[in-house]
């Protein structure tokens, strides 16, 4: 029996993600950062960077502080934001924080949008379109 005969073919357009499995891939990882944030208030993450150097590109690393996604109301609740890029996330309209009653509330609501956004449950909100306004022209002289 040949050899290629035991091989399995398929087309290699088959390996791109999907952008909405993109999206939901960047928010849950986002989410494990705030997860981890609960337990490590100084997290911080390395980002590569490409500079030059004496007309040479050498690759540098550089540390960037996780920010918080949560914020604590004067009578001491929990406003939990969700982001998508740096804009964020509306559930219905003119409503973006999650209000939670203790901080303690906090890891558990995480874990639960974590499972919600691996099942598929906020891929219209992630999916939502911003109407983007075109720059005005300037007239010609």
Known sequence: ???????????????????????RHQLMAALKDQLALLEQPDLTRSRKKWIEIDGQRVLTHKTVPVRRWWKET?????????????KRIEFEKGKSAIVLATIDDLSKTIKGLMDATSNGELDHLLDAKVPQSLPARKKAA
């Open 74 to 86: 004067l009578d001491g609740k929990i406003m939990l934001f969700l982001r998508a890029g740096v």
């Open 1 to 23: 029996m040949s050899f290629l005969k035991t091989l399995t073919f398929s087309t290699a357009n088959d390996l791109a993600p999907l952008p909405i499995e993109k999206k």
